[in-house]
């Protein structure tokens, strides 16, 4: 059988429309709070699509259940949605630190994390990631990198040494809405960046890492 992309509002799908809607009807629904944020976001904020969305955020909350992680880093706050789903997963006494560079956006984020419950244990700030995440003294379980695809490789290499062994960093859009499998426009520094990012993950010997078909693609890497 041959797969076809086929866009949406929220992520490019890889999968057949019917399969997969079954799949969303079948995973746990997005929480109240959450269909709010999303609602608002579309109607208020340039680049929706730039949300994590509700299915995704299924997968966010899980992993982090999962994990149960002390200390969480986000890289690329948005509208602070993903934040949320991550926070779901907090050891109860851990905290998320997410960065994101438009400040303009904080009373939104801010909103719904009040709303949340979790608050108290959401760090934001605002500004280069690159000149953040060094002067971060503290060891992460979890790492969600969501941000400019041209800093990837960058992010990495600032976070792989503060990770705890086990640790877990996601990353966002690395199938690029297909892109990285079509032929590369040497103009396309996202792409490349990208492509880069996907062997390095696959290649560095101290993390192990599966790439998911998750919408845009989500990789899952572990730290050994």
Known sequence: MR???????????FLPENIDSYVVAHSQQEPQLLKELNKETWQKVLNPRMLSGAFQGRVLSMISKLVNPKNILEIGTYTGY??????????AKGRIITIDKNEELETLQNKYFKKS?????????VGDATQIIPKLDTKFDLV????????????????????NAGGIILSDN???????????????IDTKVLLEYNKLLNTDNRVETILLPIRDGLTVTRVK
């Open 144 to 163: 969600f990198i969501d941000a400019d695809k041209s800093n990837y490789i960058n992010y990495f290499h600032l976070i792989i040494d503060k990770m």
């Open 82 to 91: 993903s934040a949320l789903c991550l926070a779901e997963g907090l050891d």
């Open 3 to 13: 797969f076809r992309l086929r866009s949406t509002r929220q992520r490019m799908h």
């Open 117 to 125: 419950g979790y608050s108290n244990q959401i760090e934001q700030l």
């Open 174 to 188: 690395v199938l690029w809405s297909g892109k990285v499998v079509e032929e590369l426009n040497p103009k396309d």
